[in-house]
T-cell receptor, first 116, second 108 residues
Framework: EAGVAQSPRYKIIEKRQSVAFWCNPI?????LYWYQQILGQGPKLLIQ????????DSQLPKDRFSAERLKGVDSTLKIQPAKLEDSAVYLC??????????????FGEGSRLTVL | RKEVEQDPGPFNVPEGATVAFNCTYS??????FFWYRQDCRKEPKLLMS?????NEDGRFTAQLNRASQYISLLIRDSKLSDSATYLC?????????WGAGTKLIIKP
């Protein structure tokens, strides 16, 4: 079974530029998460989708971050404009259970962003 | 105060030793609990869920203490390959709250 796919693996941009990350979850997984993980910290949830609907985006900085999952399958996360403090690993995860019954999350390898 | 707290470590432990670390949570409404393992520069992976009665998986034992609001992870006969960061995750009102992790280093 294919795992969660993410791209790009690495991205270096200058502040005020934009960047987009892509995620393809495990086939059939209804729930998709985007996390931000800064070095030395635990993952911080940015947004959670159930199929193509948003379940939780309370910690998403909406002035610069946006995410979509239009067909309920793959998803993109965009940052525009980027700030230095956005340097982090962006992890996508998926789960087969519904948003109200969290089970095991399967993570992609992450997209490492460096903002100069 | 963070909702989920872990000792960041690092815990430096000789191979073969037993090591234990705790994770405290502040919200008594927390419903379920998990330990994830994250190797250096890799993604987190589920190690084990934590059940009310405690549970064991090989050399790993997880315990839940609802009265004192903490969960624990015990690793017996530690191996070099156990070196990783162990993340505590708490499900509270269907939201997953992640601890910052405890770094474990097993030395030969």
């Amino acid at each position: 079974e294919a795992g969660v796919a993410q791209s790009p693996r690495y991205k270096i941009i200058e502040k005020r530029q934009s960047v987009a990350f892509w995620c393809n979850p495990i086939s059939g997984h209804a729930t998709l998460y985007w996390y931000q993980q800064i070095l030395g910290q635990g993952p911080k949830l940015l947004i959670q989708f159930q199929n193509n609907g948003v379940v939780d985006d309370s910690q998403l900085p909406k002035d610069r971050f946006s995410a979509e999952r239009l067909k309920g399958v793959d998803s993109t996360l965009k940052i525009q404009p980027a700030k230095l403090e956005d340097s982090a690993v962006y992890l996508c995860a998926s789960s087969s259970l519904g948003a109200d019954n969290t089970g095991e999350l399967f993570f992609g390898e992450g997209s490492r962003l460096t903002v100069l | 105060r963070k909702e989920v707290e872990q000792d960041p470590g690092p815990f430096n432990v000789p191979e073969g030793a037993t090591v234990a670390f705790n994770c405290t949570y502040s919200n008594s409404a927390s419903q379920s609990f998990f330990w994830y393992r994250q190797d250096c520069r890799k993604e987190p992976k589920l190690l084990m869920s934590v059940y009310s009665s405690g549970n064991e998986d090989g050399r790993f034992t997880a315990q839940l203490n609802r009265a004192s609001q903490y969960i624990s992870l015990l690793i017996r006969d530690s191996k070099l390959s156990d070196s990783a960061t162990y993340l505590c995750v708490v499900n509270r009102y269907y939201q997953l709250i992640w601890g910052a992790g405890t770094k474990l280093i097993i030395k030969p």
